[in-house]
């Protein structure tokens, strides 16, 4: 399991953080958002992948509408695509949407 998510779509790389301390010879402990407040904070240098910059990886954020108990939720802006499939003579029901404030490219 890999930072709370399991099976095939679960994330190999999470993100790019801070080294704070260099503990061992072989061991860093990383700044880790509060998102990961469970994950232990020190990796071997093994699992760690060096950052090269590109300027495409640039993003442009806009700043989210959060509510006041400070939650954000997805609304839907449009289907894209829909099929159905027969799975041990069961239809299984496949949607492809797009949200709103993300890109065509992450319709899920």
């Given at each position: 399991?890999?930072?709370?998510?399991?099976?095939?779509?679960?994330?190999?790389?999470?993100?790019?953080?801070?080294?704070?301390?260099?503990?061992?010879?072989?061991?860093?402990?990383?700044?880790?958002p509060?998102?990961?407040?469970?994950?232990?904070?020190?990796?071997?240098?093994?699992?760690?992948?060096?950052?090269?910059?590109?300027p495409?990886h640039?993003?442009?954020q806009?700043?989210?509408?959060?509510?006041?108990?400070m939650?954000y939720?997805?609304l839907?802006?449009?289907?894209?695509?829909?099929?159905?499939?027969?799975?041990?003579?069961r239809?299984i029901?496949?949607?492809?949407?797009?949200w709103y404030?993300?890109?065509?490219?992450?319709?899920s």
């Amino acid at each position: 399991m890999r930072f709370n998510k399991k099976g095939k779509l679960s994330p190999r790389y999470i993100g790019l953080y801070d080294i704070l301390v260099k503990i061992g010879p072989v061991a860093y402990r990383l700044a880790l958002p509060p998102s990961l407040d469970g994950e232990h904070d020190v990796f071997h240098m093994s699992i760690l992948r060096k950052y090269v910059h590109d300027p495409s990886h640039v993003l442009s954020q806009e700043p989210l509408e959060l509510a006041a108990d400070m939650s954000y939720k997805e609304l839907l802006e449009k289907i894209l695509d829909n099929k159905v499939v027969n799975l041990r003579n069961r239809p299984i029901h496949y949607v492809k949407i797009k949200w709103y404030n993300h890109p065509e490219e992450e319709a899920s």
